[in-house]
């Protein structure tokens, strides 16, 4: 459970900085024609933050509930709070056996790699039967007991009997060569339950800043478009998800064609008690809480409300107002796609590689707006397609997001000393976006759009862009 500290912050610091933007906004912008989008845009990202932590503390403490009751759930008591703020930030559990002997058995000879870094205390047994079907065996001395190590009573009454950890769980996985991160369903829950908050943050922060300001900034100027027909928003939704899921699949076939990944499975969970089905909804809901929030804060207002902000400036450097208005469109692109790579800077196993293929697809998202007429639809439908197809139904990762199952169970080639090293063509630990085909799978997205939506609403949303500053009175 949160701390009472911990309440009063999630609770509070909304309060007050609803109430700040909402005196600044409407008081310094009630006279002005042209609201100030820096200011817009920063109150944005403030309240995104604070809402967004109050909506994961919030859901934080139920989904901790339904983490125990889970099947093969192993999760730290309440009391023990840095326990469990470590397992949810975690991004692999090395305790968890993967891959398993069985998936071992079915790779060739020369994919089959130590899991282990033997020292002075460990020995890797059958290190060189390259032609083993089963995976390399720990041999282990006898270690003292820690100080820190808990009594066998203090272990049984944390966990039921189907909570205990795994003969696996007591290895040293100091290495993990085949790239993929895993952790367990009751782990995927609560790191899910972080990703829906933060997209209910970005949602009523949204709406917050369009309603309570005396801008006339509306939710539809940051592609929040609610038709009268919500079939055209199930539209949007169903071809940027398709357009998504195909050009991922397009990798994963080139990929499995050109012998980087192996298949080994179908249906299954890291943790063989576990519900495929019940860790499949944590990764639906994992990245469906990422593709709102992303799309909102980066497409929304860094891309839309950006364009605004900037051709606000560029009207008085421009004697044409259709070059200030594409000025601002390249500029805006700029930005964003850079603040897009640079979050995951930090992501598991990202490179310079990863930044400048994520910088590419900012700019077929960012398309995806222009197309779509302002509309985010289309993109949410994408980003979805695009994460849920590649990290949960064909099994690889995406910017190392950890899984806990997957449609189809794959392992990408290890270093080998017999072969080159394929880890710069499907991506490593980051995955495919890290990869060489992804440039492809983004160029091949960007045409699909345009095949689908043409022009016009481009045009029409470019056109509307300069007439929403020039012909203010």
Known sequence: MPTKTEWVVAIVLPLHVTFLAWYMLSSSESDNITPSYLKLWCFYFVLDATY???????????????ARLLPGALVPSSDEENELVEQEESSNDTSLEWPSADAIAKLPSDWVVSMH???????IAGDGDEGSNNAPKLIKKKRSKSKNDKPKSSQQCNNTLSDQKPPAATKNRAHQPYYLNHVRGSTRIRQASQ????????????????????????LEDVGLTLPSSYILVVQDLAWGFSIGSTIVSI??????????????????????????AINFLWDVLFHAGVSINEEVMLRGWMFTLGCRGILAMALDWFEDSSDAA???IIASIILQSSLFSFLHLHSPGSSYVSLLN??????????????????????????????IFMGHVLGRSTSGIPMSCACTDVIPRPKSPH???????????????????APLAYVIGIILVICVCGFDEMIVWRD??????????
């Open 358 to 387: 994520l910088f590419l697809g900012g700019i077929a998202a960012s398309i995806n707006v222009m197309v779509a007429g302002g509309s985010l639809w289309l993109g949410i439908g994408w980003h979805f397609g695009w994460n």
């Open 117 to 123: 870094t033997p020292d002075k205390e460990e020995k």
């Open 195 to 218: 990703r829906i908050g933060a997209a209910m943050g970005s949602i009523l922060a949204s709406y917050m800043i369009c309603h309570l300001s005396a801008s006339k900034i509306t």
């Open 419 to 437: 072969k080159k090293c394929v880890e710069n063509y499907h991506g490593g630990t980051f995955g495919p976006e890290q990869g060489v085909l």
């Open 251 to 276: 990798i994963f076939i080139m990929e499995v064609w050109l012998g980087w990944i192996k298949i080994v499975g179908f249906f299954q969970t890291v943790v063989p008690n576990e519900s495929f």
């Open 464 to 473: 509307g862009l300069v007439s929403s500053l020039t012909d203010s009175p």
């Open 52 to 66: 967004g932590h109050l909506f994961h503390t919030l859901l934080l403490v139920p989904a901790r509930w339904i």
């Open 326 to 328: 594409t000025f601002s």
